[in-house]
């Protein structure tokens, strides 16, 4: 059943389990990702990027197929418009179907960040759609962003920006990045970070960058947030 993320959010936050979000940009990998998450008994996120919709993804294409693929199981399913920073590209995204929107503002000011996710979430949760926002920056793996301390996120301007936005969930930046590691490198994620962060928000959590990021590192923040 295509459903909110935040309805399968809210419930993982809840009873402390996490739920993998899957870049889907065709009818196989949307097919074979809803047919595990029915055959493990287990909510999904289906997601795709603003590129990805350009490239590959098309919307006019994808949506009504992940509509159908969806109602066709009893799992939730949600489908993710991953990284917009368009408001025109949201808003037809929202129109088009879309159960949430993940606004990505990382790259502007903290003040500018507040506002544009606040004006998304005003537009989604109009029409029931929910919106993730993203706080401290998750940057490229090519580049160490991992490893940067100062695009963190701070635990005090989480629980700021929460409160000011209205987000449905927040992407973290707590030592994961986005793409490929270096060969044989497996990142260092401040746990300490993520717990205080969870202790400090009351909104489920979201690591991105998880591909390649070590199987441990997965594991010890299942209780704490969305994995991507």
Excluded: W
């Excluded at 759609?129 to 993203?134: A, I, L, N, P, Q």
């Amino acid at each position: 059943m295509l459903t909110s993320m935040k309805t399968i959010l809210d419930h993982a936050h809840k009873h402390h389990y996490a739920v993998m979000a899957m870049n889907s940009i065709n009818m196989e990998m949307v097919r074979g990702a809803i047919t595990a998450a029915q055959e493990a008994y287990s909510p999904m996120i289906i997601q795709f990027g603003c590129g990805q919709m350009k490239n590959h993804a098309h919307a006019e294409e994808m949506i009504p197929m992940i509509r159908e693929l969806a109602e066709r199981v009893s799992v939730p399913i949600a489908l993710n418009l991953d990284h917009a920073t368009d408001y025109q590209i949201i808003a037809d995204c929202i129109n088009r179907g879309f159960t949430n929107i993940m606004f990505d503002g990382s790259s502007l000011s903290y003040e500018d960040n507040i506002e544009r996710t606040a004006v998304v979430v005003a537009m989604a949760h109009a029409v029931g759609c929910s919106v993730e926002g993203e706080l401290g920056h998750v940057g490229m793996a090519v580049d160490s962003d991992d490893t940067n301390l100062d695009l963190y996120t701070n635990p005090d301007q989480a629980l700021d920006f929460v409160n000011r936005t209205g987000v449905d969930a927040l992407a973290v930046a707590v030592g994961t990045a986005h793409g490929d590691y270096p060969k044989g490198k497996i990142p260092k994620l401040d746990f300490d970070r993520l717990k205080l962060l969870k202790e400090t928000v009351d909104v489920p959590l979201v690591l991105h960058g998880g591909s390649g990021s070590g199987e441990e590192n997965l594991k010890r923040p299942l209780n704490a947030a969305l994995i991507k």
